[in-house]
């Protein structure tokens, strides 16, 4: 309860009006909300289970900015339907509309089965999977990286840039060699029990062994799983696109830990970083530094 006199926080109104643009979205598409809200990353979106002729789907609604509310992450939910050989939600239908300043849209999708493998994108303690599990996510990894797309997830200046910022290294990155990948792969967004991949709009084109470097970067405060992601995506990892992509994982990492988010884990990124930096670097290194 907010005390009597006292304005409420930007968190709390924000909250308020997307629980109010759940509630237009529920009546807009005929639907019945079961359970309780769920709310996303810094308040960024708004779910939750739902039912519409008697079959349980997810809710999702999204807010920014009418300046932002374009480009490849707006859609990439819906987008997503073009990749085949990975199990996913699929956007069944959609709803967008203009309050103010904001743009909102709301996106009906599959309920995925299961359950997600940690509550938190950054791993705090080992899930039990088996074999399998890791198999599937091999072989969704690989039909994702054969998917055919214009969609571009990362910036590769930007990256550039972060590397320099971050550890003083200069490199050429260049992208006409990425392949399609997730983007947000943490172990919030994979599921088991069974085995499945959520939230789609980051996806789109980025170094090779960027989805495998996300995920170890999210790894790493628990050290067998950091391991076996490792062996199992040893060759990505290894690659050029893949020493880049750790790299570049590890500056948004130290980012958000910097902001207050996961900030255990950044000694284990540190300790990651110099082994990285003492084995090899990418062979696109540019011979002098350059001012940014």
């Not at 930007?10 to 019945?32: C, D, K, Q």
């Not at 170094?207 to 060759?235: C, I, K, M, N, W």
Request: hydrophobic share 40%; net charge positive.
């Amino acid at each position: 309860m907010i005390p009597v006199g006292a304005a409420p926080s930007i968190s709390t109104l924000l909250r308020t009006v997307l629980r109010m643009a759940h509630t237009r979205a529920v009546t807009e598409l005929g639907l019945l909300s079961l359970g309780r809200v769920r709310f996303g990353w810094r308040d960024r979106s708004i779910g939750s289970v739902v039912e519409r002729a008697g079959t349980r789907l997810w809710l999702r609604i999204v807010w920014a900015r009418r300046e932002q509310a374009r480009g490849d992450w707006w859609m990439g939910n819906h987008e997503a339907s073009a990749i085949t050989g990975v199990p996913k939600p699929r956007v069944l239908d959609a709803r967008a509309w203009e309050e103010g300043p904001l743009v909102y849209r709301a996106e009906l999708m599959t309920l995925l089965p299961g359950r997600a493998c940690a509550p938190t994108a950054v791993l705090e303690r080992a899930p039990a999977l088996d074999d399998e599990w890791w198999s599937r996510l091999d072989r969704s990894l690989e039909a994702l990286s054969e998917t055919p797309t214009d969609r571009r997830i990362l910036d590769p200046e930007i990256m550039r840039r972060r590397i320099g910022v971050f550890f003083g290294i200069d490199l050429d990155i260049d992208p006409e060699r990425w392949t399609a990948s997730h983007g947000d792969l943490h172990w919030n967004n994979i599921h088991r029990d069974p085995f499945s991949i959520a939230d789609w709009e980051a996806w789109g084109r980025a170094p090779r062994g960027y989805d495998a470097a996300f995920l170890l970067g999210h790894s790493l405060a628990v050290p067998q799983v950091a391991e076996q992601v490792t062996r199992r995506f040893r060759d990505d990892l290894d690659s050029d696109g893949g020493i880049v992509s750790q790299l570049y994982v590890m500056t948004k990492l130290l980012t958000r830990a910097d902001a207050g988010e996961h900030a255990h884990v950044v000694p284990f990124v540190h300790r990651h970083v110099a082994r990285l930096l003492g084995t090899r670097m990418p062979v696109d290194r540019r011979s002098s530094a350059r001012t940014t």
